[in-house]
T-cell receptor, first 117, second 116 residues
Framework: AQTVTQSQPEMSVQEAETVTLSCTYDTSESDYYLFWYKQPPSRQMILVIRQEAYKQQNATENRFSVNFQKAAKSFSLKISDSQLGDAAMYFCAYRNPRYNQGGKLIFGQGTELSVKP | EAGVAQSPRYKIIEKRQSVAFWCNPISGHATLYWYQQILGQGPKLLIQFQNNGVVDDSQLPKDRFSAERLKGVDSTLKIQPAKLEDSAVYLC??????????????FGPGTRLTVL
């Protein structure tokens, strides 16, 4: 069974600084998708960034980028130039693209990020 | 475009009572998911619908939880009878085609259930 582990329950960063959130996962599949979701206190889960396992190039979305290490099964999120609005719970998630897996997301436990002004 | 709607936003009940949650997905989205998010944990899938058929309900406690998606649009999740451990946020999500490889799930605001 696939599992996702986030070992940092809480992280803190100074405004305008850079922070990296860690995520590891376990799977026997060679093709899959990885995601980072942001959940602000209002609880609406928002997709931050997505990585396809077959792509070697790390995904980037503006200030957000990932470091995808397939052999190490590691998928970290880097937030550059942190802003107050980045404060939220961040979840790493895995998705098995096989048809019979239905497309469900398997989430890690989350990392609560606080941003200090 | 309207997002995923859920109601109620909050619900407090006594144990052994019943409760129902409602979800209206984004228009045109064929796939609907119900996740349970216990405090301090990541969401866990309870059930997934493709149109009005069930794709995955392997983690749904079927002795007390039930869900339906009539006409392939709105969905209702019911708990009867509720237990203390059912206290959680129940998230609804939808996507265009759940089984497609490149398919984003959009989440609703959730319903926070407290069982006393």
């Amino acid at each position: 069974a696939q599992t996702v582990t986030q070992s940092q329950p809480e992280m803190s960063v100074q405004e305008a600084e850079t922070v990296t959130l860690s995520c590891t996962y376990d799977t026997s599949e060679s093709d899959y998708y990885l995601f980072w979701y942001k959940q602000p206190p209002s609880r609406q889960m928002i997709l931050v960034i997505r990585q396809e396992a077959y792509k070697q190039q790390n995904a980037t979305e503006n200030r957000f980028s990932v470091n995808f290490q397939k052999a190490a099964k590691s998928f970290s999120l880097k937030i550059s130039d942190s802003q107050l609005g980045d404060a939220a719970m961040y979840f790493c998630a895995y998705r098995n693209p096989r048809y019979n897996q239905g497309g469900k997301l398997i989430f890690g436990q989350g990392t609560e990020l606080s941003v200090k002004p | 475009e309207a997002g995923v709607a859920q109601s109620p936003r909050y619900k407090i009940i006594e144990k052994r009572q019943s409760v129902a949650f409602w979800c209206n997905p984004i228009s045109g989205h064929a796939t609907l998911y119900w996740y349970q998010q216990i405090l301090g944990q990541g969401p866990k899938l309870l059930i997934q619908f493709q149109n009005n058929g069930v794709v995955d309900d392997s983690q749904l406690p079927k002795d007390r939880f039930s869900a339906e998606r009539l006409k392939g649009v709105d969905s209702t999740l019911k708990i009867q009878p509720a237990k203390l451990e059912d206290s959680a946020v129940y998230l609804c999500a939808s996507s265009l085609y759940g089984l497609a490889v490149n398919n984003e799930q959009f989440f609703g605001p959730g319903t926070r259930l407290t069982v006393l």
